[in-house]
T-cell receptor, first 116, second 113 residues
Framework: DADVTQTPRNRITKTGKRIMLECSQTKGHDRMYWYRQDPGLGLRLIYYSFDVKDINKGEISDGYSVSRQAQAKFSLSLESAIPNQTALYFC???????????????FGEGSRLTVL | DQQVKQNSPSLSVQEGRISILNCDYTNSMFDYFLWYKKYPAEGPTFLISISSIKDKNEDGRFTVFLNKSAKHLSLHIVPSQPGDSAVYFCAASGADYGQNFVFGPGTRLSVLP
């Protein structure tokens, strides 16, 4: 089983609908992130959380919200989806408390969202 | 304006030869760099990193070189293998980013048998 699990893996929705992407991890990491990937733009940070009570906006947070329900769970919501939010979304974790911390992010397999 | 650039969207290399993937950055405050590899339908996975106190880091077939004065880093894969075919992302971080990373757009490497 994957250490970082994203659901759903694929979703097609219509403009104006509310969408939630969920992420759960079994790595025991405090830090969790949501990125989106677009062709030619790489991965851009949407939101991140360094622990359960900490939520921070990333580079492109407009139109998104997040909830850190527990150390292991971090969900991303699109309150009213629009077509330019069509992208591949990745959840990631990291553990800066590790003695071998290299800045490494551990990614889920991605959630492909299409907004029509 | 992208702060981390990978100007080659794609690269093809013959099996056994060297692959060189390039990355340029504009922010002089970046002091830590990572490379990730991504296969289709999978998330990116960490490959190798380098701190600005070094100019080279090696891990098996993978070597990353950092030229701070030119704000340039490169990933060398020697010898290249068909299993190396993937998209490679360069990522950078520094004090301005609270330990978060800025990613480049990626380079798709194809290693031909």
């Amino acid at each position: 089983d994957a250490d970082v699990t994203q659901t759903p893996r694929n979703r097609i929705t219509k403009t104006g609908k509310r969408i939630m992407l969920e992420c759960s991890q079994t790595k025991g990491h405090d830090r969790m992130y949501w990125y989106r990937q677009d062709p030619g733009l790489g991965l851009r940070l949407i939101y991140y959380s360094f622990d359960v009570k900490d939520i921070n906006k990333g580079e492109i947070s407009d139109g998104y919200s997040v909830s850190r329900q527990a150390q292991a769970k971090f969900s991303l919501s699109l309150e009213s989806a629009i077509p330019n939010q069509t992208a591949l979304y990745f959840c990631a974790t990291s553990d800066p408390q590790s003695g071998r911390y290299t800045g490494e992010l551990f990614f889920g397999e991605g959630s492909r969202l299409t907004v029509l | 304006d992208q702060q981390v650039k990978q100007n080659s969207p794609s690269l093809s290399v013959q099996e056994g030869r060297i692959s060189i993937l390039n990355c340029d950055y504009t922010n002089s405050m970046f002091d830590y760099f990572l490379w990730y590899k991504k296969y289709p339908a999978e998330g990116p996975t960490f490959l190798i990193s380098i701190s600005s106190i070094k100019d080279k880091n090696e891990d098996g077939r993978f070597t990353v070189f950092l030229n701070k004065s030119a704000k340039h880093l490169s990933l060398h894969i020697v010898p290249s293998q068909p299993g190396d075919s993937a998209v490679y992302f360069c990522a950078a971080s520094g004090a301005d980013y609270g330990q978060n990373f800025v990613f480049g757009p990626g380079t798709r490497l194809s290693v031909l048998p």
